[in-house]
């Protein structure tokens, strides 16, 4: 018996734990909101198509995507890698190969994305996890919907957005997705950068079953159906119990 008062005991406390909401002291939504004040510039990658212009070598003009080795090929100045460049460090890169095969010396050089490559990534209670487009200006109430949209069993109140610091440690923020549908309140409505996760955790109920399936089913064997006698006199008569 005590072995079962103690299964139950710890049982109940992951279950308050999992039930329990996100606490603030393990969001730094202040530091997670000062990131978007001074947004960080752009690194090209993989996926990202470039246009690359010579203002003065007109023939020299090219288009095309950064491959997935985060390597660019030009017809005339071969392979550039851009892997952790900006475009104006790409642009630096391009002009110092031109110069290297004395194509040209020092080349002026002009670099616009066409297509960006970025992607957020949507878990936990949505139809369609994982890694989706990532929009001009999408909100975490966007990327759910192109996630599929929350499952019934999504506690859509408590949004967890996570994103890197400028240290690379991960910052929280917890946004109420409920009350942007509601009341159209612009500070759930949080602009996501690339490479975000959105988090949608289970509803209490849900974790409930979950608790009561992985602590009391799987944990704590007993007969899900037994008889019993009705009285003593007729030991023959006998009822069966089942839970529902």
Do not use: H
């Amino acid at each position: 018996m005590n072995g079962f008062l103690r299964a139950i005991a710890i049982s109940a406390v992951f279950f308050v734990a999992a039930c329990a909401e996100v606490s603030p002291r393990f969001q730094q939504p202040e530091a997670f909101d000062a990131l978007a004040d001074v947004p960080p510039a752009y690194i090209v990658g993989p996926g990202d198509e470039l246009s690359v212009v010579f203002p003065f070598n007109a023939e020299l003009n090219y288009e095309g995507p950064i491959g997935p080795d985060n390597n660019f090929t030009l017809p005339v100045a071969g392979t550039v890698s851009t892997a952790g460049k900006t475009s104006t460090q790409v642009e630096q890169a391009i002009s110092q190969a031109l110069t290297d095969r004395k194509i040209a010396q020092n080349p002026a050089v002009s670099i616009s994305i066409r297509r960006y490559a970025q992607v957020v990534y949507v878990g936990g209670e949505v139809r369609q996890p994982g890694a989706i487009p990532l929009q001009n200006k999408m909100d975490p109430l966007q990327a759910v919907i192109a996630a599929g949209g929350a499952l019934d069993t999504a506690r859509t109140s408590q949004a967890v957005i996570i994103r890197r610091g400028a240290d690379g440690k991960p910052l929280l923020r917890v946004v109420d997705l409920d009350k942007l549908i509601r009341t159209g309140d612009k500070a759930q409505a949080i602009a996501l950068r690339p490479l975000d996760s959105i988090f949608i955790p289970k509803t209490s109920i849900a974790e409930a079953g979950l608790w009561v399936d992985q602590y009391i089913n799987k944990i704590i064997p007993f007969q899900r159906s037994f008889s019993y006698s009705i009285n003593s006199q007729n030991p023959a008569a006998t009822a069966i119990i089942a839970p529902p």
